[in-house]
Nanobody
């Protein structure tokens, strides 16, 4: 089993920045592909970004490309999402997710952290 705990959410003004972190426990994160998803009120959960187990490859959704960046520290079993130039439409609950590199879908999820972008 893998446990994921997010932190770093909060209230920020438009144009501001936040950094989300996700701590993984239960097994070494080196065998896990990690990702961030988000879900806004009344909307379906959407993919934000993912990173390979080694950290050598990332995928970022078009809606946040150029503003968000995902990174990981396998020594600390953490993955981070740096969010810059935040917009009100980025308001959502952000979830950390993980899957074994051999799995087809994300099977481990955190409890989520709220990000609110508002003036």
């Amino acid at each position: 089993q893998v446990q994921l705990v997010e932190s770093g959410g909060g209230l920020v003004q438009p144009g501001g920045s936040l950094r989300l972190s996700c701590a993984a426990s239960g097994r070494s994160s080196i065998a896990l592909r990690m990702a961030w998803f988000r879900q806004a009120p009344g909307k379906e959960r959407e993919f934000v970004a993912s990173i390979t187990s080694s950290g050598g490859g990332t995928i970022v959704a078009d809606s946040v490309k150029g503003r968000f960046a995902i990174s990981r520290d396998n020594g600390k079993n953490t993955v981070s999402l740096q969010m810059n130039s935040l917009k009100p439409e980025d308001t959502a609950v952000y979830y950390c997710a993980a899957r074994l590199v051999t799995a087809q879908s994300y099977t481990y999820w955190g409890q989520g952290t709220q990000v609110t972008v508002s003036s």
